[in-house]
């Protein structure tokens, strides 16, 4: 399974971004999609989860309210809608897969990795 990620950019503060997440290849059905991201000096955290079959989410608590995963089963792609961006959400934004049914925080749950995607967002 290959991960792909796209839409990232530049914005500022209380702008609105979408991430996409195409993947190539099928991850369980009892699996789920998340996005991690990574800020510059520090590490890289769980933002958002989505379960392939149920639709169940789950967010880091400083996006909820802003941020909507959702995934198109059809189109095998996973989006991050980013509403009301803050200058702190500027990171390197990562999808991953895990074939696992726990939309789980830690990184090492995840076995399939995109490349990141830059989200800048200025004051």
């Known amino acids: 399974v290959q991960l792909q990620a796209s839409g990232g950019g530049s914005v500022q503060a209380g702008g609105s971004l979408r991430l996409s997440c195409a993947a190539s290849g099928r991850i369980s059905e009892r699996g789920v999609m998340g996005w991690f991201r990574q800020a510059p000096g520090k590490e890289r955290e769980f933002v958002a989860g989505?379960?392939?079959?149920?639709?169940?989410?789950r967010y880091l608590d400083s996006v909820r309210g802003r941020f909507i995963i959702s995934r198109d089963y059809a189109k095998n792609t996973v989006y991050l809608q980013m509403d009301s961006l803050r200058p702190e959400d500027t990171a390197v934004y990562y999808c991953?897969?895990?074939?696992?049914?726990?939309?789980?925080?830690?990184?090492?749950?995840?076995?399939?990795w995109g490349q990141g995607t830059l989200v800048t967002v200025s004051s």
């Open positions: 991953a897969g895990s074939n696992q049914g726990l939309i789980g925080v830690s990184r090492n749950i995840y076995q399939y």
């Open positions: 989505i379960t392939w079959s149920g639709g169940t989410t």
